[in-house]
């Protein structure tokens, strides 16, 4: 039987950095997580948060170089599993709800508004506004820090109509 390895990482702490080996996945147990890449300018680009109960991996071929950093956001407890292990292959589960966001993510970058990636933001993850400082939420969804103030704003007066 394997056994899953529970790591305690601090916040801020980089637990993958781009290059290197990919061959793990996270389970967030406690705590909040990152993945992201920077460009070749410096610009650092959100590619997803995982709070407790979500996964974190990187797509890159298993044990090839990762193509992602994997930053905790507040200290954290999380089991690292090889990707290749007994364990990962038989949670399809968890990692078809992994899929289905990603792919409902690509397609919001794609094809919807800024208000419309905002609002599916507040939805895929409720729990985390308070925790991500917005210089984040706004790299997540694509704009500037500026934009998303205003789209804050339009989102808000938007629901104020609905009621």
Known sequence: ??????????KGEIIQRKGDLNSKIYAIKKGLIRTYSIDKKGKEHVFMFAPEGWIVADAAAVN??????????EDSIIQAMNADSEI???????????????????????????????????????????RVPQKMIASYLGI????????KGESIKSRKKLS
């Open 88 to 130: 990962a292959k038989a949670s399809p589960v968890v990692l078809m709800k992994r899929i289905a966001i990603l792919q409902k993510r690509s397609l919001m970058l794609l094809s919807a508004s800024a208000i419309e990636r905002y609002e599916d933001f507040l939805e895929t993850y409720p729990d985390i506004v308070q």
């Open 1 to 10: 039987m394997e056994i899953l390895k529970e790591i305690e990482v601090k």
């Open 64 to 73: 090839g170089p990762s193509e992602l950093y994997i930053e905790a956001l």
């Open 144 to 151: 500037t820090p500026e934009a998303l103030s205003k789209v």
